[in-house]
């Protein structure tokens, strides 16, 4: 299998302090997105980073790319009750006509009051 | 973006039985994924559905347990055959948006339990 490893399984935090999951992975990349489900339900796509990037940003998200290491982190900043979900990231290697998600293990994320 | 909705939303199936997941895009488009999340576990990719064309399956999934159909750029299904309590799961549809269908909008998944 080819899909990526994500840490922490799991991570509680209070409201308003910072949550840092990473996300590693086996094989060269095209990009490499993060996505977000909520309770069981349909994924939403939150950031996609480039192999040539390093940083990006997204109002309180903050994603980093070592190509070399292949691994990735995402950072949520004063993160909010809202914020509970499961947290996915998600390689692509683009094979020329459709870009083929490969999933990481996910980082199940609490935020307590 | 996209709208993307499933029917059924979940479901409630005997083993041996088959059931057809429908997915439905508010909007054209050339490439369809089907995904299957198992409890408490990460998504893996079932198939490629093309307009058109026959699906593409990744390894480990095999046409006659998950037959798909793609009758037109803004639908497809999914069946689930001759079901085990293995087969108990969460499957998604989704579809690629961009160049290289980059990133991906998700339907809502239907939850099935097999008993």
């Known amino acids: 299998s080819q899909q990526g490893e994500e840490d922490p399984q799991a991570l509680s935090i209070q409201e308003g302090e910072n949550a840092t999951m990473n996300c590693s992975y086996k094989t060269s990349i095209n990009n490499l997105q993060w996505y977000r489900q909520n309770s069981g339900r349909g994924l939403v796509h939150l950031i996609l980073i480039r192999s040539n990037e390093r940083e990006k940003h997204s109002g309180r998200l903050r994603v980093t790319l070592d190509t070399s290491k292949k691994s990735s982190s995402l950072l949520i900043t004063a993160s909010r009750a809202a914020d509970t979900a499961s947290y996915f990231c998600a390689t692509a290697a683009n094979t020329g006509t459709a870009s083929k998600l490969t999933f990481g293990t996910g980082t199940r994320l609490q935020v307590t009051l | 973006s996209a709208v993307i909705s499933q029917k059924p939303s979940r479901d409630i199936c005997q083993r041996g039985t088959s059931l057809t997941i429908q997915c439905q895009v508010d909007s054209q488009v050339t490439m369809m994924f089907w995904y299957r999340q198992q409890p408490g576990q990460s998504l893996t990719l079932i198939a490629t559905?093309?307009?058109?064309?026959?699906?593409?399956?990744e390894s480990g999934f095999v046409i006659d347990k998950f037959p798909i159909s793609r009758p037109n750029l803004t639908f497809s299904t999914l069946t689930v055959s001759n079901m085990s309590p293995e087969d108990s799961s969460i499957y998604l549809c989704?579809?690629?948006?961009?160049?290289?269908?980059?990133?991906?909008?998700f339907g809502p998944g239907t939850r099935l339990l097999v008993l």
């Open positions: 559905a093309n307009q058109g064309s026959e699906a593409t399956y």
């Open positions: 989704s579809v690629g948006r961009g160049v290289f269908q980059e990133t991906q909008y």
